[in-house]
């Protein structure tokens, strides 16, 4: 027999952005605990609102599942004495294992005690592991109440444990456990029973609580377009957004505002930022992507007054946007250009200067970039001058007063503000895809001037940094370099950019003054740093760890790392493939420490040191023409493989015997050019 099982945590109201997270924690922590017991279950969920995070546990067994063990103690010969009687170390084993002399099992020599443990009783076992489960949940920031020897993210204000339709009694931060939860707070404050665990849902529903997370997303989704297409127009849902709206209601009803079409004058991301990023509103937008004078917001409650409850947020948003008319009326009484002197004022990091030096740094780097980028002096003539121009004006919206209140549209008001100005589109464009990827999933700069400016910006935030011995450790990344350092290496993966890692350290370097000891440590550091990036990138794209690991060693062209990864792991998946690394890595354990030198064909003695030679610039061949060079690799592996076979590569003769470590060492090069071959693991 099974029964069903419900845990509920009341609460004060979580933050919203702590909830997912809660559910998963319970969810995993739960299923482990439940494990660890040999409990057994059919299915297992969380669901939770603001208020209250539930645990669901379907067809939960009455009982642990029993268990058979054998343990092996000590000899016969010391178990027993000559006349079959148990020693004191036979007899001390079979206390131990809870059970008498006489029933341990004799075999091969020693002696066995076998224990059969008959499960507990479930309801025994939840009234001890549910507090332990509530609390095991990881928190952030959580804390005390009164003199309470206990933690939460917020004050438990009542219980609900139910296995079947009796509740399992336990006590925690002085609330005892029981069947009785809590309705929404205005709609219905009443508490509420629940008989068991399947009436759960529709228990909440009847006092107004929609605890489904998806099925609550669903709502607010449908009542969103429903309400935009009243007001004409589509309601621009984002997941970030919709998330957070999510948790924080627990009966959702989506309604509409309005404010004054003026406002619309302004630039979108003026009006969207406060109404989206302040006010989690959703903007509505027109068939032609324009912005309309509406809003959608989503109350915790019914349908009542809900032209009291727009009318509060229209006035609350009116008040931001004034705000945002305000800043940016006394933003364009001056340039964009003239913003920028001000930057002077404005530290940058500690010990790096002024925010107007970055500018002139990135200046020089992004040239630089450029110069690499361009594929020839014409195109370089052409992006050069609007390379500088977007990284002179890069940072000067920092200082501007929409900037100052609206942190969230740097970059974009630069953008703005530079159009204004009659700056070329290309260099406003730029100045807003610095800052590309902004978060996880966010576009990557797609402009040449964007890309460039944004590789500079980053590349100097990383050195610069560093320089100061403020890498990131742990959780702690204050300056989010974890961030940049990731945005850096997918942008240059989209590229296919064929920009060096060590060139971009190198100029930074040059640009900070550093001395060339610390130059040296800051190529080493910013190496490692990026190459844990890239492990993630490899490791999302599904790459094997030890094909990780071989082609990582060499992280310079971050580009061609997952392209290398790609390669080495078709290669691993031809005919033949344990063969072939075998010989690869025969290759390196010989030449790996040998020096490099010009390899003389009159030199050589055996047919297959000349085969060699031309299988290995076969390969050579391929790679350069950008061709296919599997099968050049395969049959440069068979070259190796005779050549072994033939010759003594530790020849008497000091020439050949060099000549011979010499074509080796300029294989193993080439080989290294993609993986480390000695770090893959053969089946």
């Known amino acids: ?119 507990a009783e479930t309801a025994q076992l939840l009234t001890e592991m549910l507090p332990e489960l509530i609390r095991a949940i990881p928190l952030p920031n959580s804390m005390r109440w009164g003199d309470l020897d206990f933690r939460f993210i917020r004050p438990i204000r009542w219980l609900v444990a139910l296995y079947g339709t009796d509740v399992v009694p336990f006590t925690l931060a ?26 759960y849902e529709a228990a909440c529903e009847k006092a107004y609580i929609i605890v489904d997370p998806e099925r609550r997303r669903a709502m607010i989704c449908e009542q969103i377009v429903a309400v935009a297409q009243e007001c004409g127009g589509t309601a621009e849902i984002t997941p970030d957004l919709l998330e957070e709206v999510l948790y924080l209601v627990e009966y959702p009803t989506a309604l509409s505002g309005a404010f004054e079409e003026k406002y619309l004058a302004l630039p979108a991301e003026t009006v969207i930022t406060p109404m989206r990023d302040h006010q989690r509103y959703f903007p509505v937008k027109a068939a032609d992507g324009s912005l309309l004078p509406v809003f959608i917001t989503v109350r915790n409650g019914g349908k009542e007054h809900l032209d009291v409850v727009a009318h509060g947020n229209e006035r609350v948003l009116r008040a931001r946007l004034a705000d945002a008319q305000f800043f940016f009326d006394e933003d364009r009484k001056k340039s964009l250009a003239e913003h920028r002197e001000k930057l002077r004022t404005v530290v940058f990091q500690q010990g790096l200067g002024s925010m107007y030096e970055k500018t002139e740094r990135l200046m020089e780097l992004v040239t630089a970039i450029v110069e690499d980028l361009a594929p020839d002096a014409a195109a370089y003539e052409a992006m050069e001058p609007d390379a500088r121009r977007a990284a002179e004006l890069s940072k000067a919206d920092l200082v501007t007063g929409m900037v100052t209140e609206f942190t969230e549209l740097q970059g974009i008001m630069g953008r703005e503000y530079a159009l204004l100005d009659g700056e070329k589109p290309e260099v406003a464009r730029a100045i807003d895809e610095q800052y590309m990827p902004r978060f996880a999933g966010d576009e990557l700069p797609q402009s040449d001037l964007g890309f460039a400016l944004s590789v500079a910006d980053k590349v100097d935030n990383i050195v610069g940094t560093f320089s100061q011995g403020r890498i990131p450790t742990g959780s702690q990344d204050p300056f989010a370099l974890r961030r940049q350092a990731l945005g850096l290496v997918l942008m240059l993966i989209e590229r296919e950019s064929g920009l060096l890692l060590g060139d971009l350290v190198e100029e930074a370097c040059d640009l900070y003054d550093l001395d060339m000891s610390l130059c040296q440590k800051m190529q080493v550091y910013v190496a490692d740093f990026i190459r844990l990036r890239l492990k993630n990138v490899l490791t999302e794209r599904g790459v094997r760890y030890d094909v990780q ?42 030449a790996r420490a040998a020096e490099t030198g010009n390899v003389d064909s009159a030199l050589f003695a055996a047919q297959e040191e000349g085969e060699l030679l031309s299988a290995y610039e076969n390969a050579v061949t391929a790679r350069a023409e950008g061709a296919d060079s599997l099968a050049a690799e395969q049959a440069l592996a068979k070259a190796i493989n005779a050549f072994f076979d033939a010759v003594m590569v530790m020849d008497k003769d000091e020439r050949v015997r060099a000549n011979r470590l010499a074509l080796l060492k300029a294989i193993d090069n080439y080989l290294l050019q993609t993986a480390n071959y000695s770090k893959i693991v053969l089946g």
């Open 1 to 119: 027999m099974s029964k069903d099982l419900l845990l509920e945590i009341g609460t004060e109201e979580v933050p919203a952005h702590v909830m997912p997270h809660l559910l998963a924690d319970l969810k995993r922590l739960a299923g482990d605990m439940l494990a660890a017991r040999r409990i057994a279950y059919e299915s297992l969920r969380t669901i939770g609102t603001p208020r209250r995070s539930a645990l669901l546990v379907t067809g939960l067994a009455e009982r642990q599942e029993d268990v058979s063990t054998e343990t092996r103690g000590p000899s016969v010969a010391i178990a027993f004495d000559a006349e079959g009687n148990p020693t004191k170390a036979g007899a001390g084993f079979a206390r131990g294992q809870g059970i008498e002399p006489s029933a341990l099992i004799q075999r091969d020599g020693y002696v066995y005690a076998a224990v059969h443990e008959k499960g």
């Open 174 to 199: 002085n609330v005892t456990s029981g069947n009785t939860s809590r309705g929404h707070r205005t709609l219905a404050p009443q508490d509420f029973v629940i008989a068991s665990p399947a009436d």
């Open 549 to 590: 690991e071989a082609v990582l060693t060499d992280v310079d062209c971050v580009a061609d790392v997952p392209v290398r990864a790609a390669y080495v792991e078709r290669l691993l998946a031809s005919d033949g493939a344990d063969a072939l690394v075998q010989s690869f890595v025969r290759v390196g354990n010989i």
